[in-house]
């Protein structure tokens, strides 16, 4: 199987973009480097209520059977920053995320070799990885890795926008939380359309109470 995050977009809860450090990195193919450094809450190891993590997109669904994270490789700095408690969870778009492992205590690796992470296979097209636990270095704890490759095979998506929209029940959610102005009007056209009708034209228009 091919690495499919290969230049994927990813994003972080935090991100330092300077000295070296950014969140594309962890996508560029390069292993031996820094790559990507967490940024907030850096004084604290215990990130369990603001949990650091990086998501993936690989921009279409696939059967995914593995995932690897490269700690970072720079010389006498690597294994550094590699979490002590972390989770990897996919998501098929449109649904909750699913955890697909969960590692406690894991040790500090030795070198920036891949830490390989073997699942059973999964449909989605987004992957996250989440610490809750960092480790000090340098007196402060960042989550840090140079790489992460997703290993998988392109597959259609499993269900269509109105399929998602049925296994969600968004049709069943009262008016009432969405706030008021526009958002109530796209709550309407949601409900009605996860219902599999449209409303009528006056429907759309009709004043909504401020009041239930």
């Known amino acids: ?88 969870a996919l998501c098929v778009e449109g649904e909750p995320w699913q955890t697909v492992a969960e590692l406690k205590d894991y040790p500090l690796p030795k070198s920036g070799e891949a830490q390989s992470f073997p699942i059973p296979p999964h449909v989605a097209r987004y992957v996250r990885i989440q610490a809750t636990r960092l480790r000090s270095f340098g007196g402060n704890f960042h989550f840090q890795m140079s790489e992460v490759e997703v290993f998988g095979v392109p597959v259609e998506a499993p269900h269509s926008p109105r399929h ?22 796209v709550w309407i056209l949601l409900r009605h359309c996860c219902a599999g009708r449209w409303p009528a034209p006056d429907v759309a228009l009709r004043k909504v109470p401020t009041e239930f």
């Open 1 to 88: 199987m091919n690495n499919v995050a290969h230049n994927a977009p990813v994003t972080a809860f935090s991100s330092i973009e300077d000295g070296g450090w950014q969140v594309a990195a962890l996508t560029d193919g390069i292993k031996d480097g820094i790559g990507w450094s967490s940024k907030a809450f850096a004084s604290f190891p215990d990130h369990n209520l603001y949990p650091e993590w990086v998501a993936i997109d690989l921009g279409r669904h696939h059967r995914i059977d593995r995932i690897d994270l490269y700690p970072r490789g720079d010389g006498a700095n690597a294994g550094q920053g590699f979490p002590r408690d972390f989770t990897l």
């Open 164 to 185: 998602r929209c049925r296994r969600l029940n968004l049709h069943r959610l009262p008016i009432c939380v969405a706030s008021t102005g526009w958002t109530r009007w």
